[in-house]
């Protein structure tokens, strides 16, 4: 089969990677690709909003399945566009991507369904939002309702950092049309966690839990990013708290929208706070998350092709979606300045030197006559996998000290404090 993955970031290019070794994909397409999928598929100069021009080069080349990696495509209606001309294609539509394109909708359904989440409301005016913060008080949480990339998150301590947050999103638009509306929310405490699963309307088979490291700066210091750094599985989290996470919040979320007339069809991704009163939902998205999918798909047994599959056809509760034992981690090197404004067209060095154990994941990069340069904000997804976590952990930072451009920054404490609940447990 040949494969078109649309979107050219490392979520995409591990995507790609995880197909190609399935024995039934002979050929997969990027688009638009970036340095490192250059080198394992075809990059096809398309751009992930160009419906027309990707729906043409699908049925040119024969191509037998579209993968969608990020979010908006999805939400621009791109399933849509390519099942009204019968070309298969892996992801929700848009109607069931808004649980991601708007906190608020995903609120209000948790609301319909009961699912436990923070206590929230969503305003569309400053002065509104602004009463309700010095009503509340802080800490409290504020969101940019629509897509922000990762950033639209304020984790206010006090009132007035709240109100400089609604500010920037609401007056000054740093956001966009993304910050139109907000949603406040109460701030929860606990062991935050991501479920990420296959889900084909009904069904739900959840994958191995992983942890995501969003702040810039070792020990969650600095401002959030699209994350910097994640682990799977997660140690602290047993077997039981993820079947009452899927019993509770995941499984009434997918048979609640397919009772809505909106079955979600592909990556559903959780984001949970465990707090003292048991798992409650941070935010959910509708694809891939992104650096966990680095970590994730490398522990993944199951052909992914067959995943895909069955999802489209409705089958996926004939797929048996096993796991290998060990663990992986991803160390995120970013740009100087990221996730401000950061410079672009630094030359990598040390791409090359062999590591076993350990693969690269471009995420902002671009392929030259000089080399593999930086194009993006996070240029690189430094994975490896192990045994245990601390085997992954060495063999990924021994990896990054192999790799140089100027400025790179990335976190030295990826999976820090799991290694320390490994050894007291």
């Given at each position: 089969?040949?494969?078109?993955?649309?979107?050219?970031?490392?979520?995409?290019?591990t995507?790609?990677?995880?197909?190609?070794?399935?024995?039934?994909?002979?050929?997969?397409?990027?688009?638009?690709?970036?340095?490192?999928?250059?080198?394992?598929?075809?990059?096809?100069?398309?751009?992930?909003?160009?419906?027309?021009?990707?729906?043409?080069?699908?049925?040119?080349?024969?191509?037998?399945?579209?993968?969608?990696?990020?979010?908006?495509?999805l939400?621009?209606?791109?399933?849509?566009f390519?099942?009204?001309?019968?070309?298969p294609?892996?992801?929700?539509?848009?109607?069931?991507?808004?649980?991601?394109?708007?906190?608020?909708?995903?609120?209000?359904?948790?609301?319909?369904?009961?699912?436990p989440?923070?206590?929230?409301?969503?305003?569309?005016?400053?002065?509104?939002?602004?009463?309700?913060?010095?009503e509340?008080?802080?800490?409290?949480?504020?969101?940019?309702?629509?897509?922000?990339?990762?950033?639209?998150?304020?984790?206010?301590?006090?009132?007035?950092?709240?109100?400089?947050?609604?500010?920037?999103?609401?007056?000054?638009?740093?956001?966009?049309?993304?910050?139109?509306?907000?949603v406040?929310?109460?701030?929860?405490?606990?062991?935050?966690?991501?479920?990420?699963?296959?889900?084909?309307?009904?069904?739900?088979?959840?994958?191995?839990?992983?942890?995501?490291?969003?702040?810039?700066?070792?020990?969650?210091?600095?401002?959030?990013?699209?994350?910097?750094?994640?682990?799977?599985?997660?140690?602290?989290?047993?077997?039981?708290?993820?079947?009452?996470?899927?019993?509770?919040?995941?499984?009434?979320?997918?048979?609640?929208?397919?009772?809505?007339?909106?079955?979600?069809?592909?990556?559903?991704?959780?984001?949970?706070?465990?707090?003292?009163?048991?798992?409650?939902?941070?935010e959910?998205?509708?694809?891939?998350?992104?650096?966990?999918?680095q970590?994730?798909?490398?522990?993944?047994?199951?052909?992914?092709?067959?995943?895909?599959?069955?999802?489209?056809?409705?089958?996926?509760?004939?797929?048996?979606?096993?796991?290998?034992?060990?663990?992986?981690?991803?160390?995120?090197?970013?740009?100087?300045?990221?996730?401000?404004?950061?410079?672009?067209?630094?030359?990598?060095?040390?791409?090359?030197?062999?590591?076993?154990?350990?693969?690269?994941?471009?995420?902002?990069?671009?392929?030259?006559?000089?080399?593999?340069?930086?194009s993006?904000?996070?240029?690189?997804?430094?994975?490896?996998?192990?045994?245990?976590?601390?085997?992954?952990?060495e063999?990924?930072?021994?990896?990054?000290?192999?790799?140089?451009f100027?400025?790179?920054?990335y976190?030295?404490?990826?999976?820090?404090?799991?290694?320390?609940?490994?050894?007291?447990?």
């Amino acid at each position: 089969m040949k494969i078109l993955v649309i979107g050219g970031g490392g979520r995409e290019h591990t995507i790609a990677w995880k197909l190609l070794q399935s024995s039934k994909v002979t050929k997969v397409y990027c688009a638009p690709g970036n340095g490192g999928t250059a080198q394992i598929a075809q990059n096809v100069p398309i751009g992930v909003f160009d419906f027309a021009a990707l729906a043409q080069f699908v049925k040119d080349e024969g191509i037998d399945l579209t993968v969608v990696g990020p979010e908006d495509p999805l939400l621009a209606g791109i399933v849509e566009f390519f099942q009204e001309r019968n070309l298969p294609i892996y992801g929700p539509n848009q109607k069931a991507a808004m649980i991601e394109g708007s906190k608020s909708f995903a609120k209000n359904l948790m609301k319909r369904y009961e699912i436990p989440t923070s206590a929230y409301e969503s305003f569309l005016d400053y002065e509104s939002a602004s009463a309700y913060v010095r009503e509340q008080g802080a800490p409290i949480v504020v969101k940019a309702d629509g897509l922000a990339a990762g950033k639209g998150v304020v984790v206010a301590e006090t009132v007035e950092e709240a109100e400089e947050a609604l500010r920037q999103i609401m007056q000054e638009s740093v956001f966009g049309e993304a910050g139109a509306r907000v949603v406040i929310e109460e701030c929860m405490f606990g062991e935050e966690l991501s479920l990420l699963s296959f889900v084909d309307g009904e069904t739900v088979k959840p994958m191995i839990t992983s942890q995501d490291h969003k702040r810039i700066f070792n020990d969650d210091r600095g401002p959030n990013t699209g994350g910097m750094g994640t682990y799977a599985p997660v140690p602290q989290m047993s077997a039981e708290l993820v079947d009452e996470i899927v019993k509770t919040i995941v499984q009434p979320m997918a048979s609640g929208m397919a009772k809505d007339g909106i079955p979600f069809k592909g990556i559903l991704y959780t984001g949970l706070m465990i707090t003292e009163q048991g798992p409650k939902v941070v935010e959910f998205n509708a694809r891939f998350g992104d650096p966990e999918t680095q970590v994730l798909l490398p522990l993944l047994e199951t052909d992914l092709l067959d995943i895909f599959v069955g999802t489209i056809n409705g089958e996926l509760d004939a797929v048996d979606v096993t796991w290998q034992k060990g663990s992986a981690v991803c160390v995120v090197m970013a740009a100087p300045g990221y996730p401000g404004e950061y410079p672009k067209g630094a030359l990598i060095q040390g791409l090359g030197q062999a590591n076993e154990g350990a693969t690269v994941f471009h995420a902002g990069t671009k392929a030259t006559e000089e080399g593999i340069v930086t194009s993006g904000g996070r240029v690189l997804g430094v994975v490896a996998t192990g045994a245990d976590l601390a085997q992954a952990r060495e063999t990924a930072y021994a990896k990054v000290q192999g790799i140089s451009f100027d400025g790179a920054q990335y976190r030295t404490d990826i999976a820090a404090r799991a290694m320390k609940y490994q050894q007291k447990s």
